[in-house]
């Protein structure tokens, strides 16, 4: 009995080594991590600097200023407009989400909300109006300025567009990874592997785009924005997940996970936008791929492209920082890449061969 038991610890050990279950453990509290960021992130939106700005004549202005400002929480950062046509192009613009404007000839207000920028905002916008317009025995109607397109009916199309662009860059450099080794065996391979990653990008771009576009109709705007998006999205998510495999072997696909799906997805202002996020994922949101993709698609499919400069930085520095370490890695450790390009169960070749 106990010969048997010492067999089977024996055959146990050999079965899970220290290595797999560390991998096991790694994967444990990956999947937990999942579990906190989504529900941390999503499980009870609420406003925080919600940019409502307030169109009033002088006497009346401040004393709504001052009402919206008083909103608990820090729930809203308020401001003015000259009229209501400024007030709509500080919303097309993606300055503010909201405008108040009073009508000092009836008891009926107008709030002036984009859907498209996210229609969980415009209904905290309107909550927050009309609890305002209840206390002065006034009322509020919504006028939504930039609305969402048919297909888009959740407004949720431009970040499931980027989420599918970001799995595909992540998972083509993973199995580029898990079929040839990690690291690449020499600079030029590596850079070959970043040139197939390239074409892979221009690919999921074009069908991306084509997709919530032409084919289903699910998004306006220029096809020719969004390939060139997608592209980019793709390209920088699997040069960088390619940069982890070359720093941590295996592990970086786990790490590739950890930033792209734990921390990028709940975090990307799809479900809801950044002012009615916790703070944590309110923060690094705009810094990951996912947010930077989700905003930049949504500006090209319904805000004439305003406001992309930065979005797009962070995803060309995503692009740039993969592809450097991924070049530098090779650079400085080539006998360790040649010893892991070798096919499993294929003897080292002897010195001199």
């Keep these: 009995m106990a010969a048997s038991g010492q067999g089977f610890v024996a055959e146990f050990k050999d079965a899970v080594t220290p290595r797999a279950a560390l991998l096991v453990i790694a994967v444990l509290l990956l999947q937990l991590g999942f579990i906190v960021s989504y529900v941390g992130a999503l499980h009870h939106p609420s406003p925080h600097q919600l940019s409502i700005s307030v169109v009033a004549p002088p006497e009346v202005q401040p004393k709504l200023v001052a009402a919206l400002e008083a909103v608990p929480d820090d729930a809203v950062k308020a401001g003015t407009a000259a009229d209501p046509a400024d007030a709509i192009a500080l919303i097309e613009d993606q300055r503010i989400y909201a405008a108040l404007v009073f009508d000092p000839t009836g008891p009926q207000d107008t709030l002036l909300v984009a859907d498209a920028r996210g229609p969980a905002a415009a209904r905290a916008a309107?909550?927050?109006?009309?609890?305002?317009?209840?206390?002065?025995?006034?009322?509020?109607?919504v006028q939504d300025v930039v609305p969402l397109a048919p297909g888009d009916a959740e407004g949720l199309s431009s970040f499931y567009l980027v989420i599918g662009w970001c799995v595909?860059?992540?998972?083509?450099?993973?199995?580029?990874?898990?079929?040839?080794?990690?690291?690449?065996?020499?600079?030029?391979?590596?850079?070959?592997?970043?040139?197939?990653?390239?074409?892979?990008?221009?690919?999921?771009?074009i069908g991306g785009a084509l997709i919530v576009g032409p084919v289903l109709d699910a998004l306006p705007g220029s096809t020719w924005g969004l390939l060139g998006l997608g592209s980019l999205v793709v390209f920088a998510v699997g040069a960088f997940t390619m940069a982890l495999q070359c720093l941590f072997g295996i592990v970086g696909i786990g790490l590739a996970v950890l930033v792209f799906v734990v921390l990028g997805n709940p975090s990307a202002g799809g479900v809801f936008p950044p002012p009615l996020m916790p703070a944590f994922w309110r923060a690094i949101g705009a810094w990951i791929p996912n947010g930077a993709g989700t905003d930049v698609a949504r500006s090209i499919a319904y805000f004439d492209a305003t406001g992309i400069?930065?979005?797009?930085?962070?995803?060309?520095?995503?692009?740039?920082?993969?592809?450097?370490?991924t070049l530098l890695a090779v650079s400085f450790r080539p006998g360790r890449e040649k010893e892991e390009e070798r096919p499993p169960g294929r003897a080292p070749e002897p010195a001199g061969a």
């Design 126 to 141: 309107e909550e927050i109006a009309t609890g305002i317009a209840k206390g002065q025995g006034r009322t509020v109607v």
């Design 168 to 205: 595909g860059g992540y998972l083509v450099a993973s199995i580029l990874g898990i079929s040839a080794g990690s690291r690449p065996a020499s600079t030029s391979r590596a850079v070959i592997r970043l040139g197939t990653l390239a074409l892979y990008s221009v690919a999921a771009g």
């Design 309 to 325: 400069a930065v979005p797009l930085m962070v995803l060309v520095a995503w692009a740039v920082v993969g592809v450097a370490v």
